[in-house]
Nanobody, 123 residues
Framework: QVQLVESGGGLVQAGGSLRLSCAAS????????MAWFRQAPGKEREFVAA????????YYADSVKGRFTISRDNAKNTVALQMNSLKPEDTAVYYC????????????????WGQGTQVTVSS
């Protein structure tokens, strides 16, 4: 079993920055893919960024490329999402997710989810 706990959300003005963190516990090992998704009110959950514990390759949605950075700290078992140049359209609940082996951008492929953290960007 894998447990994920997000932190770091909040209210920020457009152009500002926030850093989200996801603490993973349980059977997370180098075979896992870790991802961030987000869901705005009335919209479907969408992919934001992902990486694998065992590799440096990262993946981003086009809408956040160049502004967001996903990273991991293996020693602390955490995955972070640094969000810069935030826009009002980034407002959403952000979720950390994990699955074994194959990294995908499809929410339903992920087995483990955190509780979510609210990010609100004011204009």
């Amino acid at each position: 079993q894998v447990q994920l706990v997000e932190s770091g959300g909040g209210l920020v003005q457009a152009g500002g920055s926030l850093r989200l963190s996801c603490a993973a516990s349980g059977r997370v090992d180098s075979s896992y893919a870790m991802a961030w998704f987000r869901q705005a009110p009335g919209k479907e959950r969408e992919f934001v960024a992902a990486l694998r514990w065992s590799a440096d390759t990262t993946y981003y949605a086009d809408s956040v490329k160049g502004r967001f950075t996903i990273s991991r700290d293996n020693a602390k078992n955490t995955v972070a999402l640094q969000m810069n140049s935030l826009k009002p359209e980034d407002t959403a609940v952000y979720y950390c997710a994990a699955r074994r082996r194959v990294l995908t951008m499809i929410p339903s492929d992920y087995n483990y989810w955190g509780q979510g953290t609210q990010v609100t960007v004011s204009s």
